[in-house]
């Protein structure tokens, strides 16, 4: 709240305000991977790919419809092809990187449990599945963030980032270039709980989330709820979830 405040406001005397969830604790599970990351840095590394992927098998494991969410397509593609053998007996849906083509397949994976069925869904981060839907009840019984999806770094990034900075000193760039991110992250996850009935597990499969300017940019009950795991701690904390 204190970086939109100095975002929209600047030195400006102005009243803040943050409200606590209203929705009821029980009805969630919320978790952060501490042994995983999606930084270019180690997207080669056989280990930590891996364990993602172990990651997405316990989560997808879980009833009812599932959302996994991806800072790119790139690298969703690159997780769905070592995932799907990892993913039986369940429908699963990658998003299209056409527009013309998302709307019918998001309808039948959303029309599931009415079936009986339940399937899961590969998508994006700030993409045409992970904004302004409200996936109710039994819609969505969780979402996955793989990732800290930051925008592409190149020249006009940089050049955005220093002049944030000099606007707005050190914290420049965390306003133009991680919370943005964060709130992709959080957009996705909300999909999940759209009404104190809903039920859900929301996992934060990215170590850079409990990096303290990063922890700090979630919201207060997010913060103080996030159970930090690997993926061993991570099938046992949602083993009991029905």
């Known amino acids: 709240m204190e ?15 943050v409200l606590p969830n209203a929705f009821p604790k029980e009805n969630r599970i919320v978790a952060c991977a501490n ?18 992927v172990e990651y997405i098998r316990a989560f997808a494991g879980l009833k009812g419809n599932r959302a996994i969410y991806f800072p790119s397509y790139q690298i969703l593609e690159t997780y769905a092809e070592h995932a799907k ?33 339940s399937g899961v869904m590969f998508a994006v981060c700030g993409g045409k599945w992970s904004e302004g839907l ?19 770094f190149n020249r006009v990034r940089k050049m955005m980032i220093e002049y944030f900075r000099m606007k707005f000193g050190a914290e420049g760039e ?48 997010i913060q103080q709820e996030m159970i930090a795991c690997d993926a061993e701690k991570f099938r046992e904390v949602i083993a009991g979830w029905k």
């Open 85 to 117: 053998p990892h993913i039986r007996n369940r429908k699963l849906f990658i998003e299209p990187r056409d527009a013309a083509d998302a709307s019918a397949a998001l309808t039948h994976f959303l029309s599931l449990p009415s079936r009986g069925e």
């Open 35 to 52: 042994d995983i990351t999606t930084a270019f840095s180690m997207r080669q590394n056989r280990d930590n790919t891996g364990r993602i």
């Open 174 to 221: 965390f306003l133009c270039y991680t919370l943005p991110a964060i709130n992709k992250s959080l957009q996705a996850l909300g999909r999940v709980l759209r009404t104190p009935e809903d039920r859900g597990v929301l996992v934060l499969a990215e170590k850079r989330f409990l990096e303290q300017r990063v922890r700090e940019g979630l919201p207060p009950w």
């Open 3 to 17: 970086s939109f405040r100095k975002f929209y406001f600047g030195k400006a005397a102005v009243t803040t305000l």
């Open 134 to 152: 409200d996936y109710r009840g039994e819609m969505l019984n969780g979402a996955m963030v793989v990732g800290l999806p930051l925008a592409p």
